[in-house]
C-alpha cells in the first residue's frame, strides 16, 4: 500500500474512530454496511438520500464491488485513499450540514447532542460543550465549518486541541 501520510488529509484518520463510526453503520453487527443500513443512518441524520446516491456511494467505497461496504474499505474511504481532494471537501461540507440542523452555518452543542442522540449515543449536553469547547478555536461556543474541518484533519493527533 501506497503511505500517502504526510499529505493533510480531510478525513477521519483514527483507527478508534473509524471502527467508531463504522460500527454506528453496521446496524446488525455482521462486518459489514449494506446499502440498507447506509440508508437507515443517513435518514435518522435527517437526510432524504436518494437511490442513486446510496448507489453512488456504494459504488465508491465498495471497493470489492461485493454489494457491502467492509471495514478495510471504510477506513480507506475515511482515510482518503481515493485521493480526491475536492470529493474530500465535498463529504465533509455533506457531514458538516448534516450536524448544522438550523443551518446557520455553526454547530452547537444542542446540535451536536441532537445529531448524536438520534445516533443511540448516550451523552449528555455538557458532553457536547466540551467536545465543541476542545475544537472551538475562536471561543464563540460553536463550530465553524473551519473548526469541523481542522477537527477532522487532526482527529489523528490531540496536539492540536489545546485547552
Given at each position: 500500500m501506497?503511505t500517502?501520510t504526510?499529505?493533510?488529509?480531510?478525513?477521519?484518520?483514527?483507527?478508534?474512530e473509524?471502527k467508531k463510526?463504522?460500527?454506528?453503520?453496521?446496524?446488525?453487527?455482521?462486518?459489514?454496511?449494506?446499502a440498507?443500513?447506509?440508508?437507515?443512518?443517513?435518514?435518522a441524520?435527517?437526510?432524504?438520500?436518494?437511490?442513486?446516491?446510496?448507489?453512488?456511494?456504494m459504488?465508491?467505497?465498495?471497493?470489492?464491488?461485493?454489494?457491502f461496504?467492509?471495514?478495510?474499505?471504510?477506513?480507506?474511504?475515511?482515510?482518503?485513499?481515493?485521493?480526491?481532494?475536492d470529493?474530500?471537501?465535498?463529504?465533509l461540507?455533506e457531514?458538516f450540514?448534516?450536524?448544522?440542523?438550523?443551518?446557520?452555518?455553526?454547530?452547537?452543542?444542542?446540535?451536536?447532542h441532537?445529531i448524536?442522540?438520534?445516533?443511540g449515543?448516550?451523552?449528555?449536553?455538557?458532553?457536547?460543550v466540551?467536545?465543541?469547547?476542545?475544537?472551538?478555536?475562536?471561543?464563540d461556543g460553536?463550530?465553524?465549518?473551519?473548526e469541523?474541518?481542522?477537527m477532522?484533519?487532526?482527529?489523528s493527533?490531540?496536539?492540536?486541541?489545546?485547552?
Amino acid at each position: 500500500m501506497a503511505t500517502e501520510t504526510n499529505k493533510p488529509s480531510v478525513y477521519l484518520t483514527n483507527i478508534d474512530e473509524v471502527k467508531k463510526v463504522f460500527s454506528r453503520f453496521d446496524a446488525n453487527g455482521d462486518g459489514k454496511i449494506s446499502a440498507e443500513e447506509l440508508v437507515d443512518v443517513m435518514k435518522a441524520l435527517g437526510s432524504n438520500i436518494s437511490a442513486e446516491e446510496v448507489q453512488k456511494t456504494m459504488t465508491t467505497i465498495d471497493t470489492d464491488c461485493d454489494g457491502f461496504i467492509n471495514l478495510e474499505e471504510f477506513a480507506g474511504f475515511c482515510k482518503g485513499n481515493a485521493g480526491e481532494q475536492d470529493g474530500g471537501i465535498k463529504e465533509l461540507e455533506e457531514a458538516f450540514e448534516l450536524y448544522d440542523l438550523n443551518k446557520n452555518g455553526l454547530i452547537s452543542s444542542t446540535e451536536l447532542h441532537q445529531i448524536l442522540t438520534r445516533l443511540g449515543e448516550r451523552c449528555m449536553v455538557d458532553d457536547c460543550v466540551m467536545m465543541i469547547k476542545s475544537v472551538d478555536s475562536d471561543g464563540d461556543g460553536f463550530v465553524d465549518f473551519e473548526e469541523f474541518k481542522k477537527m477532522m484533519s487532526n482527529n489523528s493527533s490531540n496536539g492540536d486541541a489545546g485547552p
